[in-house]
């Protein structure tokens, strides 16, 4: 059964600075991940999707990589600002076969200071 | 991107009634569909899967008697909470998925409160 870690489960960091948040699943057999904003009462809004086939995708001032092997990836977000203050999460898609389900870590929730 | 629309946004029902909660997909042919659960501060957890025209797939300890899914068309997905308690309380969100697309949306979310 795949498990989908996220830490720290909650960072706050003074806005100018970059943020590191690492993800790690334990069934390495995916055909995705992704990478997903949550606010508040809120709903997902995609941040980046990187085929499992690739190592890293980027967006602005988001980068995210991906290590299939050893089961992790690393979403960067550069200067940070308030407005990057929500709840990250991350979800691995298995291989078809496995009926294309999402599992989603924890999240780590972030609070950027002004 | 795709958008998925979901509503309605906030519900409040009374113990023992049951609430429907609508999830469409607005520009693609949606051939699945997934409900998740989230509690505060938690994570979301997979509740079922439809595939548009046959039954649902339930995740283990979900009760299909409870949560009724609906995926009747290939851009309407329904989820009936039935005889609610406050215990079913949560933030319940759906995705839609096509063919054509090798990621799923997501849509806004509905709190549902029973009191």
């Known amino acids: 059964k795949q498990e989908v870690t996220q830490i720290p489960a909650a960072l706050s960091v003074p806005e100018g600075e970059n943020l590191v948040l690492n993800c790690s699943f334990t069934?390495?057999?995916?055909?995705?991940l992704q990478w997903f904003r949550q606010d508040p009462g809120k709903g997902l809004t995609s941040l980046l999707l990187i085929q499992s086939s690739q190592r890293e995708q980027t967006s602005g001032r988001l980068n995210a990589s991906l290590d299939k092997s050893s089961g992790r990836s690393t979403l960067y977000i550069a200067a940070s600002q308030p407005g990057d203050s929500a709840t990250y999460l991350c979800a691995v898609q298995m291989i078809k076969a496995a009926g294309n389900k999402l599992t989603f870590g924890g999240g780590t929730r972030v609070l950027v200071k002004p | 991107g795709a958008v998925v629309s979901q509503h309605p946004s906030r519900v409040i029902c009374k113990s023992g009634t049951s609430v429907k909660i609508e999830c469409r997909s607005l520009?693609?042919?949606?051939?699945?569909m997934f409900w998740y659960r989230q509690f505060p501060k938690q994570s979301l957890m997979l509740m079922a899967t439809s595939n548009e025209g046959s039954k649902a797939t339930y995740e283990q300890g979900v009760e299909k008697d409870k949560f009724l899914i609906n995926h009747a068309s290939l851009t309407l997905s329904t989820l009936t909470v039935t005889s609610a308690h406050p215990e079913d309380s949560s933030f319940y969100i759906c995705?839609?998925?096509?063919?054509?697309?090798?990621?799923?949306?997501f849509g806004q979310g509905t709190r549902l409160t029973v009191v």
């Open positions: 069934d390495s057999a995916i055909y995705n």
């Open positions: 995705s839609a998925r096509s063919s054509a697309f090798g990621q799923a949306f």
């Open positions: 520009d693609f042919q949606a051939t699945t």
